[in-house]
């Protein structure tokens, strides 16, 4: 079955980096696009960048522009998300997102918090 698995969370100072990472398996990896979102608590979720099978890539939170870079490794079914020069207002559960048949499949999410 179709598995995301993130990793790479935690809680960093503003200013910091984290590298989020997410684990692909049950489809083919290479043919498909891959998204991360974000969802701050007590707030919608929120498309953060994308992926395109290829490698074409966009950041589309405006927040996010400038700060984040998202790519993908496809021999070894993996998404990333490089975010540097984080801040306050990056503290979410991050998730990886992929679409199959129409149908969303979800991460568990990985938890991302920035404070003093």
């Known amino acids: 079955q179709v598995q995301l698995v993130e990793s790479g969370g935690g809680l960093v100072r503003p200013g910091g980096s984290l590298r989020l990472s997410c684990t692909a398996s049950?489809?083919?990896?290479?043919?498909?696009?891959m998204r991360w979102y974000r969802q701050a608590q007590g707030k919608e979720r929120e498309l953060v960048a994308v992926?395109?099978?290829?490698?074409?890539?966009?950041i589309v939170a405006d927040s996010a522009k400038g700060r984040f870079i998202v790519f993908r490794d496809d021999d070894k079914n993996t998404l990333y998300l490089q975010m540097n020069n984080l801040k306050p207002d990056d503290t979410a559960a991050y998730y990886c997102?992929?679409?199959?048949?129409?149908?969303?499949?979800w991460g568990q999410g990985t938890q991302v918090t920035v404070s003093s």
């Open positions: 997102n992929t679409v199959l048949n129409a149908l969303d499949y």
């Open positions: 049950g489809f083919t990896f290479t043919t498909h696009a």
């Open positions: 992926v395109y099978s290829g490698g074409g890539a966009l």
